[in-house]
């Protein structure tokens, strides 16, 4: 606002008719930025401060009370963490995992769902249903569906006369139980804007394809997916950026370490260092460490969706 | 049938033939019951498990059905798990959200497509830059912020506004707003002002009353993730007479019965389940339209 005071003082008005216009002019950039206010706090306070105290905070570390600037120290403390590795390894897991699920069957179900000509309505709010439920629901009933005594999954793979699972409780089919809970939790999302994307195109492509004798799967290739690309390609880098910070599920389901470390994530070791050992330093740096790898990715979706528009 | 129908990958005339109709019923049928097993099922399975009796709810192999209604666990739920509160709280919480980001953001948006001030473009541009920011990367400075406020020095823990203020620094909604409010045809704004409407006045009597549908997904959406959020709460609200109803059911959920749980679990998801199914149009709408062609 200093500039905008500046700017009226500075330009000595000529005219009357003059400083009565620079006059309005200041006035409506008071208003707007009163209007703005809110705002401008709001972001200040709990956003742009924030994201310059978690640079800050990454090269520094606070002992009884006394902060110091210590350079690269908690970058090399995790570094020689061994949980660091193992949660890095931990989240690319997932994140792989939960895109081979969450990616593909949400794609698989959205085409489906738009070749169907009935139901499609109740088909929609089903496959949305549990993103709308709170998280606290989904997740406490599928830890009681994993129960490996009494849940409902391995009694159905029982019933089946299929070989049953530790689920949770074995560290080798942990990480698996986490992807399939947070894959049911939020495959919804993605379904419909895949679906929209699939309604946006035009029947005529398929229609010239059929023509040209184009069997089902070579519609699907050469119309389907050529068409819907770009959305796939930027859901996917959302979906990346997405799954790299998730928490809650393995939080609420293993209670976050997880059977030998299997399920401890990233953003799990920053909730660690931060509120479990006090290190906001090392939490800080653990936190820019993961800014910087999706900030790659973060790039490459502005750069899909600069083709987009 | 819900919609109007355009060509898909699938021809309407290859559907019509004998065959075609034979596997195109199959896989409606298949679609259709498999859906409804793995996404109504799991909800069956919380409602009925709040019925069943502490026993019967860790049995193996589970029952179907309840051997024996007890309707009363959901009361013994209510009551144990001090879900009036818990559900209060999270409301509070998540109007008291809604409303600051109607008045700050749509101020914000408001100032920024149609004022116009100077520095505009640069705060548009720093409040976008936030969204590069992944949420989970500022948790640590934000709670060391919302604990001592800078300038103020007040300690916003325990209090509604640790979870209010931070959800209106919302860079999507700006854009979502202001993207809105941009075509809204600035002849219109000039004949207001002509008619000597001040700002607010056009803001109230013009854009807003426009703007009905984009309000209302940036309000669903304001209220849902509150409702949904997990880590942030739990930071903010230590005190359990504070907590919202993911925290507590939670925190409490510790040597509780099993099917005391369940019970609580669905009580919770009922006002959700409501919500959605009341406003699932716009959800969904709000979702495809503003969600990514953004």
Redesign the interface.
Known sequence: MAVISVAGKAARPTTHEGRDRRCRKVRQNLTAHGFLLGALLCFGFFTWYPMVREVVMSFQKTKRGRTSWVGLDNIDQLLQDPEFWQAWRNTLLFTLLALVFGFAVPFFVAVLLNELRHAKSYLRILVYLPVMMPPVASVLLFKYFYDPDFGLFNSILHTLHLPTSAWLNSPDTAMVSVVIASTWMNMGGATLIYLAALQGIPGELYEAAELDGAGLWRRVWHVTIPQTRLILSLLLLLQVVATMQVFVEPFLLTGGNGPQGSTTTVVYLVYQYAFNFNNYGAASALGLIMLVVLAGFSALYVRQSRKAD | ???P???????QTQ?NRPLGRLL?RT??AL??VG??V???G??Y??VT?GLKSTAEV?????TLFPAELHPETYATAWRQLGMSRLLFNTLYYAFGALA?QL???V??A???SK??????NL?LG??LA?L???????????????LD??LLHVNLVDTPWAIW??T??N?FN?FLLKRFFDSIPEDLMAAAAIDGAT?TRALWSIVLPMSRPILGVVSIFAV?NV??D??WPM?VQPEPANQT???G??SL?MGVP?NV??AA??I??VP??V???IF?RN??SG??SG???G
Do not use: C, H
Request: charged fraction near 10%; proline fraction near 8%; aromatic fraction near 12%.
């Open positions: 049938m819900d919609e129908l355009t060509r898909t990958l699938i021809s559907l195109y896989v409606l679609t259709v859906f409804t793995v996404f109504l799991p909800l399975w919380l498990g860790i049995q193996n192999p589970p600051f008045v700050f953001d101020a914000a408001y100032a920024l004022l116009r001030p100077v520095l505009g705060i720093m409040m936030t590069m920011i992944p949420a989970a990367v500022l948790i640590v400075p934000q709670y060391l912020t919302v406020l800078p203020l931070p209106v620094a860079a700006i700002p849902v409702w949904k997990f880590l930071l109803l993911n925290i059911i939670k959920s099993q749980i369940i679990l669905a919770a998801s959700t389940v919500f959605f199914l699932q959800i969904m979702l495809t969600g990514l062609k």
